[in-house]
């Protein structure tokens, strides 16, 4: 399993409001270090959505944010959009594997 | 713009080699660090391997140390990985990334700003 909890799935209509939780310990997120997430969109690659907690890069619409507190962090997309349909993965890193990047086992966004 | 380029994928039976190659472009190669990350059919991502832009660091994934080696040619700006002793469960596809570190709160963060299409391998007989 993952180093980083996910939930499987998360659905919503288009023009709602979800959310996406990333769930870790004092070796990763809790440690401080910071979190990113990426978009995979079907038959893609994936893509950087925010990097260090809530920046977004570039081009990534202000309907994505990230957050974190505590051990978690959360992406939260809001006007969801038939385009949003894709997995969500979050990263950062753990202190107990000598600072190695780790990710979340990901989560399906189905836009209903 | 920011080029990611895989190949080197293929079938390759059980305990065999396969070197994997990302040619990168519209960006100094050499200033940057990169890694490769994988991913199983229907899975999630798994970090692999990591290169300084000057080669003077190398970090592997434990699930690959021994087996894998990453290595960079900035003169041809490229970056290769050599896979041994394959295993069914390497079957994934294989991205190169752009990989940008910085130090925040007394640790080194690090994340991949930029990814390639992927190059697929499958292990079987």
């Known amino acids: 399993q993952s180093v980083l909890t996910q939930p499987p799935s998360v659905s919503g209509a288009p023009g709602q409001r979800i959310t996406i939780s990333c769930t870790g310990s004092s070796s990763n997120i809790g440690a401080e270090y910071d979190v990113f997430w990426y978009q995979q969109l079907p038959g893609t690659a994936p893509k950087l959505l925010i990097y260090a907690n809530t920046n977004r890069p570039s081009g990534v619409p202000d309907r994505f944010s990230g957050s974190k507190s505590g051990t978690s962090a959360s992406l939260a997309i809001t006007g969801l959009q038939a385009e949003d349909d894709g997995h969500y993965y979050c990263?950062?890193?753990?202190?107990?594997?000598?600072?190695?990047?780790?990710f979340g086992g990901g989560t399906k966004v189905t836009v209903l | 713009e920011v080029q990611l380029v895989e190949s080197g994928g293929g079938l390759v039976q059980p305990g065999g080699s396969l070197r994997l190659s990302c040619t990168a472009s519209?960006?100094?190669?050499?200033?940057?660090?990169m890694s490769w990350v994988r991913q199983a059919p229907g899975k999630g991502l798994e970090w692999l391997a990591y290169?300084?832009?000057?080669?003077?660091?190398?970090t592997y994934a434990d699930s690959v140390k021994g087996r894998d080696t990453i290595s960079r040619d900035n003169a041809k700006n490229s970056l290769y990985l050599q896979m041994n002793s394959l295993r069914a469960e390497d079957t994934a596809i294989y991205y190169c990334v752009r990989d940008v570190g910085y130090d925040r709160n007394a640790n080194y963060n690090s994340y991949f700003d930029s990814w390639g299409q992927g190059t697929l391998v499958t292990v079987s007989s």
């Open positions: 990263q950062s890193s753990d202190s107990s594997l000598n600072g190695d990047v780790v």
């Open positions: 290169i300084s832009g000057g080669a003077t660091t190398i």
């Open positions: 519209g960006f100094t190669f050499s200033a940057y660090g």
